[in-house]
């Protein structure tokens, strides 16, 4: 990390384009630098390019309320293809004050690819990602992303992807890929899709943090009515025709 950005506690957003602290430009993405006082609180400054900024605020606490769409997962139907160990994926989408805990982990199986598919239990305005990843070069380089193509297989993801991002190595969950909002409305699914690493055999990851607004899903109840032309009075029970065949006394 610059030595400004320590001394300064500075949330910085990087676009790509020229003057990348990083050295290099990112490509595909806008991505967010956060670093907190011990205090939990910081003090940032958003670049809106490579050139300008403006400032905003952020704690902890805050930094948490906006990474809860770990609780509008539907965990159970998550899928990870390529997991070494069946299952794991759900244990990567936590409360960020948990982000560094790495007792539990996605690790790809047969080589560096992963695949997620993530649904949510209702509509979700994407809006920004946090990835965790291995230590060294196990950690992803690139991520894919898709919206409402549940199910997903590799062949699909040969596809392209609704916006792409190249990674950093990130074990603090200090760094946001924002995503292009408007073209991340009315998410009911997500798949994120990394295809490579920094080298390593396989890939790993310990967090996915997703950041955005939920609504509610609306539920239909369909009523079936059935309506007869004639009815059949043997299919309604009555003693209507008791009463008038009786003999009036």
């Not at 609704?162 to 990674?167: A, P, R, S, T």
Request: glycine content about 8%.
């Amino acid at each position: 990390m610059p030595s400004d950005m320590r001394a300064n506690n500075k949330i910085v957003k990087l676009n790509s384009g020229a003057g990348s602290p990083f050295g290099t430009c990112l490509h595909f993405s806008a991505v967010r630098l956060y670093y907190f006082r011990m205090s939990g609180h910081g003090h940032g400054h958003s670049h809106g390019g490579c050139d300008g900024h403006d400032h905003d605020h952020v704690t902890d606490a805050e930094r948490a309320a906006a990474y809860s769409l770990y609780l509008k997962i539907d965990t159970e139907r998550v899928q990870c293809l390529n997991e070494a160990t069946e299952g794991s994926a759900k244990y990567v989408f936590k409360p960020w004050d948990k982000r560094l805990d790495k007792e539990k982990f996605v690790e790809s199986d047969c080589d560096e690819e992963l695949l997620f598919n993530i649904p949510f239990t209702g509509s979700v305005k994407l809006k920004g990602i946090i990835i965790i990843g291995g230590e060294e070069d196990t950690h992803p380089n690139k991520m894919r992303v898709f919206k409402n193509r549940p199910n997903m297989t590799f062949d699909d993801a040969g596809c392209t992807a609704d916006q792409e991002f190249e990674l950093h190595p990130d074990p603090s969950g200090v760094l946001e890929y924002s995503t292009k909002v408007t073209r991340f409305n009315q998410c009911e699914s997500v798949s994120l899709h990394f295809p490579s690493n920094f080298g390593g055999e396989t890939s790993k990851v310990y967090y996915i943090g997703l950041k955005g607004d939920f609504t509610e899903a609306h539920r239909h109840e369909v009523t079936i009515c059935t309506y007869e032309a004639t009815p059949n009075v043997s299919d309604h029970k009555t003693n209507i025709l008791d009463s008038v065949t009786q003999p009036i006394q």
